[in-house]
């Protein structure tokens, strides 16, 4: 949404481009402390609240957003709205992956995030249409409400996650009830035991992250993540005001915008379907191509022609290989430290995320050749396409899932 109101802005608030910067890193800012410091809450409280509570939380925040005045009030409200979403999609991940069977559990998680980039390329057409008749806030206003709404369906409809009910040993009523709906044919006893064969280990989750050998796949994972991200929101940012400056009309620009997420709606699934398919090369070939297209953005000029499908293209390879690392990030840990694992990874790679506009804005500052700041954009692609590629090589041993199999 800030990616789509931000010429707008920069126009009525006579704003630097360099400083609108600022904004954009703080609502990823909090994303990351919400995906560090909160999302082991639902390792210990459950899936379903914390989702719900981020949800909500996020939607009241970026409702909020639309009454802004100020530069400084941006900064202050998207900070705190990006800690909701950083303590929710995380865990809905881990949640998602407890409910699929391993060896689709990839393209699960890549259908799943269709919705995500569905919603921001949604985005892109309400800026377009709208923002010209009433202004940014409308953006704001109508990603608002629609996360409240959501968090009030979900309240009804979201299941709690079986594997944590039965670790925690809670409401075995409630984990037959749930059962019942996954095996319609069985019945369980009122007085059924539930029991789980994985262990329930204390202590500070975030430590065993990097105990039994799993240190170098998740180190290799941050570092996947924060160079993915670096590249992802340095276009996602800046790509409809850098068009839009290069000559492209402000309509054309949000819609380039909205074709990026277009393209990640289609790489989500495809990307996630090879990973299951062919292991994590597929998430390093995905970014190879994404530098490569991030390059030709810049040598595209004003040519819908040729940048319109370029853009797109490179969604599907970039948007969809985050996809990848989001998948795989919940499914190499066991169920005990999942949210906590996927909340670290989403939460050290917004590392990336953060700089990403900072150093955007820093290079649309000194004023470069499109084509030199698309090939400065391509390089944390090709940094994230080299991690995976260790990421795949590591100890098959040290890359599992819930069961013990190879993932």
């Not at 206003?141 to 299941?159: D, E, H, K, Q, R």
């Not at 319609?184 to 975030?206: I, S, Y």
């Amino acid at each position: 949404m800030l990616g789509y109101a931000a010429p707008s802005i920069i126009k009525v608030w006579h704003i630097n481009k360099a400083h609108f910067a600022s904004v954009f890193s703080s609502g990823l800012a909090g994303y990351m402390v919400g995906a560090t410091l909160l999302t082991h809450l639902a390792d210990k409280f459950g899936r379903k609240r914390l989702i719900i509570a981020g949800v909500l939380f996020f939607g009241m925040l970026t409702l909020a957003t639309a009454y802004a005045t100020s530069l400084s009030e941006l900064v202050v409200i998207r900070l705190i709205a990006g800690i909701g979403l950083g303590a929710s999609i995380p865990t809905t991940i881990a949640l998602a992956a407890e409910y699929v069977p391993s060896r689709t559990r990839a393209t699960t998680s890549g259908a799943m995030f269709v919705g995500c980039n569905l919603g921001g390329a949604l985005g892109g057409l309400i800026a377009a249409r709208f923002v010209p008749r009433f202004g940014w806030p409308i953006i704001f206003l109508v990603g608002g409400i629609t996360p409240i709404v959501l968090a009030a369906f979900l309240i009804f409809a979201l299941p709690e996650s079986v594997r944590f009910l039965t670790l925690k040993q809670r409401r075995p009523d409630t984990v037959a009830a749930i059962l019942g709906k996954l095996l319609p044919k069985r019945t369980f006893a009122p007085d059924a035991r539930f029991v789980l064969r994985e262990e329930n280990q204390g202590g500070l989750p975030v430590r065993h992250l990097f105990t039994e050998g799993r240190g170098l796949v998740t180190s290799l994972l941050w570092l996947a993540f924060v160079s993915s991200l670096l590249g992802h929101y340095f276009l996602t940012s800046w790509l409809p005001t850098v068009l839009e400056g290069s000559g492209v009309s402000f309509a054309h620009a949000v819609i380039a915008g909205a074709l990026f997420q277009a393209g990640g709606a289609i790489g989500s699934v495809l990307v996630c379907w090879y990973l299951d398919k062919l292991g994590i090369v597929a998430i390093a070939v995905a970014f190879g191509i994404a530098s490569v297209l991030t390059v030709l953005i810049g040598f595209a000029g004003a040519s819908d022609a040729l940048m319109m499908p370029v853009v797109f293209l490179n969604g599907i390879c970039m948007l969809g290989g985050q996809v990848g690392l989001s998948a795989v990030s919940g499914t190499i840990y066991p169920a005990y430290i999942r949210s906590t694992g996927a909340g670290w990874a989403f939460g050290v790679g917004r590392i990336g995320s953060i700089l990403g506009p900072a150093i955007g804005g820093l290079l649309i500052a000194s004023n470069p050749p499109n084509s030199q700041l698309f090939t400065y954009a391509a390089l944390p692609a090709l940094f994230c396409a080299a991690a995976a590629c260790l990421l795949g090589r590591a100890p098959a041993a040290q890359i599992v899932d819930e069961a013990g199999a190879a993932a």
